[in-house]
């Protein structure tokens, strides 16, 4: 009755175990009557291009729960995936079949299984043409995507990937957004028995519209999605560039060329937020930059370097990486040239690129924000010692007669934060996460690291203020189950406070009047009134 992790079977197959023709089960018991009269001669399986084991299912009709289809008993099937999504490979072929007839297109789609099923992704290729786009169902590593993406282009004319919920790499996406300004993906919508797919370009910044295959177009530069304008042609492959490779060494660029176009790259990977290798540096820039020697790349980034609009712009040549994220060994020497110092090892030349590179994403992003501190080197490579959490000391010029007096507004430190080494604020995060983890009385340190994390909040940047607003939460949530921690007092609002004063203030007359009043004599209300007829006020009688 149920696929073998436990879910219901959804989906299955007409005519035979090997039939591409899918199906979803209608789940309520309605629907699936009125299905049954439509289709009364339909027979279904658990097809094997859906991974299934080719027996025939019969469809289980239930008022009080879900319809769903069934093995036979005594039926032994470890097919994995049986959900509405798990036929998704089979409803794309149909429709791909379609919109290629009403294009009048030659093309034909085919199910791959990389490792994971029958459904890991469809190829269409375009026979005449010689142009193939692939629809990723799996998730690929990158190294897995850029070696499949290479053998795929030594075949091809045009190639174009369009991936599925989950199925792109970070990596994967950044080397896609550098080159074509944007990434396609698809999604399936459920329209009664059958699922429809829909697509979309998207980049880091916005997104085009979900729209049906239909309003797709396979033009000589690959598919195309409404809205959508790639930043370069995708270059042929090398069989359809060999004729015009030789055409292609003779036209050489000058270095000042060179130089705009690969400043001009590294801006635009600033602006989507990405850190390329040089490889897609060369693919956006030029591909003359690939045959460059080590020693030509750096004599053409420090040129870039120097034409920078200020001395506290950000090393642009801090956001290119190798294929582990690593930057080049190389960007140390660039670093070195436009005098910020000789990073002395891999590590600190590491933690050097991306705090420069998240200076670049400050800048040159949309929308801009201020940019964090540069972080210093010593003389020996190393970084600087630990800047203070607390704002750089005011100085205050006080205008006298004879001349000006520089005087210094030195704050005393707050007691609450007696014992908190001087911290930057990028690392409080990590002091609260190791204060949690040690040993023996740590309440009091912890607090004074939550009142200095308070203060480096206003100073800090996305994303380090979300990161630092997460570890202070987790920070206060143990404090509270501590029970060393005392107990806080529970705040009170604006009106409650001054509700509070002015009770005070009233109690604090009160005794001020009492006692003025004590002092003073009382007033007899009968003094001065006359005594009535027939009383007359008695008197002592005399001692005879």
Known sequence: MIGSDGRLVQTAVIGGPNSGRAIILPTDADELTRWRRRHPAYTYWCGTQLGGCGNELSDRLYRDKVCHFAHRPHTSCHRTATGAASADHLFIKDDLAAWAGRNRLKGRATSRDLGSGPGDAVDFRVGAARQHVRFQFSRLTHAEWHRDRQRLSGETATLDWVFGPGAAQPETMEELY????????????THGAVRRIRLRAEDPRRSTDWVPLDACAMTPEGLRVPGAQPRRRPGPGPAA???????ATQVRRSREE?????KEALVGAARFRTRPTWEALARTAGSDLLGLSVPDRVGLLVAVERTADGAGSPLLSALIRTGESDPPPYVGDVVAAVGCGAPATAAVLKRWCQREADRAFAVHGVPSRTPPPRLPLTPDGRLAAQ?????????TIVHVKGGKVQQSAARPKPAHLTGVPLLRDTEIRHALRSTRQRRGPRTRYAQALMARAEEALTRLPEPQRTELVAEMATTRRWLDSRPDTPARKPRQSRRAAKAVDAQKNKAAKQPARAKTQKGKKGKNPLQGARPLPGFAPRTAKKPR
């Open 178 to 189: 550098d080159e074509y300004g944007y990434l396609l993906r698809f999604r399936f919508e």
């Open 241 to 247: 560039g060999a004729g015009t490779g030789r055409a």
């Open 258 to 262: 060179q130089m705009l176009a690969l």
């Open 387 to 395: 800047q203070s959490a607390e704002p750089a000391q005011r100085h």
